[in-house]
């Protein structure tokens, strides 16, 4: 392959960035590198170097890639090289500036959706490498403002938006009386110990998207599930630490989620439609820990209403007129194997399901995954230009007639927004509960 | 747990037809019995955005315009968050608090149930309040709380310096801290978290992050010497103010104790560790290999390992004795002294051992039934739903409170009815 080019444009300037590089010199950086690499990490590390003979295939899989004119800078070995690699020719010795411009490659340039895992020859999961730039990004303290002040979140309150302990239990009694207007028995049962369900979501339900959380009272209560939501902390199963390299807070989160469901004496955790949460759970934070499979049984929601659909717990009363086409978020269908099911619940949903291509596993990433979007403004643009190839890819599915998008990830759902207005498309966005809350059986209103 | 002599220990059945409660009000929440078992009470609705609480069929006298996490405590009142013309508080017995406020959560109970505490916020300002007496002190947050043993101090993780979201660089400084009784440590941290308090309520211990990447315990305002990768939360050894917590180095996990390592051997996981009664014996639950777990006594792990989970380990009174549950695939286990029972369940609740600690009892649960196990021998009764087994003050009787066919049963029944 050829040498990465110049990235074209002034970099975006962040605080947390340049706060952090101030000060640091040739041998603190040397030696966090050498530490995380001497003692974080092993085989697999040294198996992804060794093997990886710069063929360069893996650059074909890369939205930043194809939507920049194939400029290697964006290729995924071409992250790697500018990175990692480089930290590694030089025992670490590197400067400031290159720090600056990994911590940028690594936060901002990388989803870690892991789709150049799948065009690797040898499977090398460049994700993982990114990973390991960003724990050494993190251990020097040049982890970009925004997704820091998530990390901080969550060491907090252990949730991604600095809710209170009192607003949690508040939120939720309070959407509890909203839908009690609709359903006047319907309840939001906290901290039932002993139902069989505990539901967890992401913060930005309870602070912003709080009709969520009603419309999935509402499905559970139409589909007389024995449920639960915690009342005390462990009731957000989101995890931007995972993506910021603060593997203890990682863990911290994800112990205190299990030992809530554990407390409540729940069957399983059924989460709301989160992509980058279901990998926490379900596969790094439970892991860090030393459980290796979620020690209770996590189901996402698609799952979750498959279940659901098939049972015949909640009917269809008429389904979703507009064409839709779905969006595969990574870390539930390429990550999670959900993707198959997803499509059953479209289409037992929706009177048109419209595909897009690639799909499935193969599907683009949103760009807005992996931690990029809680980057925040300072780098917006450097997603939505960064996965042209997916406005592409919904222009066709639109011109192909789908009218409505459906992306059960919280992540998918921001990212996808800007790209469909930045590049004009006109899609409505949705995840799978807005529709399912509209078009499923409920008893009538007294 | 034991019960109180006083107790009608009569072998015995006692029957409350809580599903007739049901004609009286628009809807009746989920039970919980009273620990003698005598009554059974669950929070009602009465009429639109109007609720109360029944007990043996009567409500409280008084309704609120919300109530929520009704729980007896151990002697026996009977507890709920209550609110009213949007003011929040707590109430026993069916009379609230004088104090009230702007919201009130996560209750705290003493072991004897005399001290009862809540979080509180009035006005985004926060403190502990117990038995209905708020702190003087408030904070802007406030995050982990404690209840001293002994039932008098409360305590909890406060933040005593203000950085507004998004001030990375402020809140690395520290701005967080540990109040007892509402006076904050000096120090400040970059977080704060899993808090105790000594037995004798004057000593508060707490996980602290000092910067990004260095953990430890601080005690009273002041950090262990040393640092850790990570640590988890400390407890006290009891009748000492001495501090014992897990700590990680070099990605294992062991026990310290005031910062010096406890145990000579180190874990991929340790967590809970807890003293017996007498302060003898320490266990843990460890990992000894990735994705295997089990019980470490004094340092040693038990033989048997489990695959997915291994909670609610508890010490028989006289300290000689370890029980816990175990998950291995979808089933949980008891296990007492490292021996595993042959039964297996959906769900088991925490063992109980008899006064002479020969006897151990649990609650468990097989699609949707409850049953109660006394050293490994499955009971009789399917149940819609149980509540722990209670043992007599001579060990002989168990109280078994339950809900069979709608109607809450309390009886008393002799041990040797689940014994060969
Ligand atoms: S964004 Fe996805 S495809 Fe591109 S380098 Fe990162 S993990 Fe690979
Ligand atoms: S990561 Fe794999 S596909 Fe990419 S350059 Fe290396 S060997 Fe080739």
Redesign the pocket.
């Known amino acids: 392959m050829s040498e990465p080019v110049k990235q074209e444009g002034a970099q975006a300037l962040d605080e947390g960035i340049e706060a952090g590089i101030s000060g640091l010199t040739t041998e603190q950086i040397a030696s966090v590198i050498n530490e995380v690499i001497d003692n974080e990490t092993g085989a697999r590390l040294k198996t992804y170097v060794d ?8 650059s074909e899989a890369c939205h930043f890639y194809l939507s920049h004119e194939k400029d290697p800078h964006y290729s ?2 071409g992250k790697v090289k500018q990175t990692l690699w480089e930290m590694l020719r030089k025992k670490g010795r590197v400067g400031p500036a290159f720090i600056k411009n990994a911590a940028i490659i690594a936060h901002t340039e990388c989803n870690l959706c892991k789709r150049c895992a799948q ?4 499977g ?1 999961d ?1 994700a993982y490498l990114m990973l390991v730039v960003r724990r050494i990004i993190h251990k020097l303290g040049v982890t970009p403002l925004y997704i820091q002040d998530t990390a901080h979140s969550h060491s907090v309150t252990m949730n991604q938006m600095w809710v209170k302990g009192d607003e949690w239990p508040d939120t939720l009694q309070w959407q509890e009386e909203e839908a009690q207007t609709e359903i006047p028995t319907l309840r939001i049962p906290l901290d039932k110990e002993g139902a069989d369900i505990m539901y967890s979501v992401i913060a930005p339900e309870p602070k912003f998207q709080a009709q969520l959380i009603y419309q999935m009272a509402v499905i559970m209560d139409v589909a007389g599930v024995n449920w639960t939501m915690p009342a005390t902390l462990g009731w957000d199963n989101s995890d931007m630490a995972m993506y910021t390299g603060d593997n203890e807070i990682m863990g911290r989160l994800k112990r205190t989620h299990y030992e809530t469901a554990q407390r409540l004496r729940v069957k399983r955790i059924v989460m709301g439609e989160c992509g980058h949460a279901f990998r926490s759970v379900y596969d790094m934070g439970n892991r860090w820990l030393g459980w290796k499979m979620p020690p209770i049984p996590m189901v996402h929601a698609i799952d979750f209403y498959h279940e659901l659909l098939s049972q015949g717990r909640i009917k269809i009363k008429q389904k979703y007129p507009e064409p839709v086409t779905l969006h595969d978020p990574c870390n539930v269908v390429r990550g999670g194997g959900l993707g198959e099911k997803l499509r059953e619940v479209a289409h037992a949903m929706c009177e048109t399901v419209v595909e897009m291509h690639p799909n499935r596993e193969h599907n683009y990433c949103c760009s807005a995954g992996g931690g990029v979007i809680n980057c925040g403004p300072p780098f917006k643009m450097t997603r939505v230009n960064g996965n042209r190839v997916k406005a592409e890819q919904l222009f066709a599915a639109k011109t192909r007639g789908a009218k409505t998008l459906i992306t059960p990830c919280h992540n998918c759902h921001s990212g996808l927004h800007d790209i469909v207005e930045h590049f004009g498309i006109g899609l409505e966005i949705k995840f799978i509960s807005d529709i399912l809350y509209e078009i499923i059986e409920k008893p009538e209103a007294t | 747990m034991k019960g109180g002599r006083e107790w009608d220990w009569e072998i015995s059945e006692k029957r409350v037809a809580i599903n007739e409660w049901g004609t009286s009000f628009g809807w009746v929440e989920e039970p919980y019995a009273s620990p003698d078992g005598e009554t059974v009470a669950a929070i009602v609705n009465v009429a639109e955005m109007e609720f109360s609480v029944c007990v043996n069929g009567k409500a409280w006298d008084v309704t609120f315009d919300k109530v929520w996490h009704l729980r007896y405590l151990p002697d026996g009142r009977l507890t709920a968050l209550v609110s009213e013309m949007g003011e929040w508080t707590a109430a026993i017995d069916g009379i609230a608090w004088d104090s009230k406020f702007g919201y009130v959560w996560n209750p705290l109970v003493s072991e004897d149930g005399q001290a009862f505490a809540v979080a509180a916020q009035q006005d985004m300002q926060y403190c502990m309040v117990l038995n209905g007496e708020p702190w003087n002190e408030t904070f802007a947050n406030m995050t982990y709380f404690a209840l001293s043993p002994c039932g008098t101090k409360t305590a909890a993780a406060v933040q005593v310096e203000n950085a507004a979201s998004g001030e990375i660089h402020k809140f690395k400084k520290g701005t967080f801290t540990a109040a007892l009784e509402g006076k904050a440590w000096e120090s400040t941290y970059v977080n704060v978290w899993g808090l105790a308090i000594s037995p004798d309520g004057e000593s508060l211990a707490a996980e602290v992050r000092q910067d990004l990447y260095d953990y430890t315990i601080a005690v009273d305002g002041k950090a262990w010497d040393t640092t850790f990768s990570c640590v988890w939360e400390p407890i006290f050894r009891p009748g000492t103010r001495t501090v014992v917590a897990p700590v990680r180095t070099k990605g294992q996990w062991t026990l310290a104790e005031n910062g010096n390592t406890l145990w000579d051997r180190s874990f991929v996981q340790l967590w809970q560790p807890i003293f017996s009664p007498d302060g003898n014996h320490l266990a843990a639950i460890v990992a000894p290999a990735f994705g295997r777990w089990t019980v470490a006594l004094d340092g040693v792990p038990w033989a048997k390992t489990f695959g997915d989970m291994v909670t609610d380990v508890v010490f028989s009174s006289d300290g000689k004795r370890l029980a816990a549950l175990a998950k291995e695939g979808r089933f949980w286990k008891v296990v007492v002294d490292g021996k595993v029972w042959s039964h297996k369940f959906d769900m088991a609740w925490p063992p109980v051992f008899s006064p002479d600690n020969e006897t151990v009892a649990a609650k468990v649960e097989t699609e949707g039934t409850y049953a109660f196990v006394v050293n490994d021998r499955l009971g009789p009764h399917a149940c819609e739903a149980a509540w722990d087994p209670v043992f007599s003050p001579d060990g002989n009787r168990l109280l078994l409170r339950s809900i069979e066919d709608g109607v809450y049963c309390r009886r008393v029944v002799p041990v040797s009815d689940f014994m060969p």
């Open positions: 093997t990886c003979v710069h063929c360069g295939l893996c995924p070995v065009y690797c020859p040898f090398i460049i």
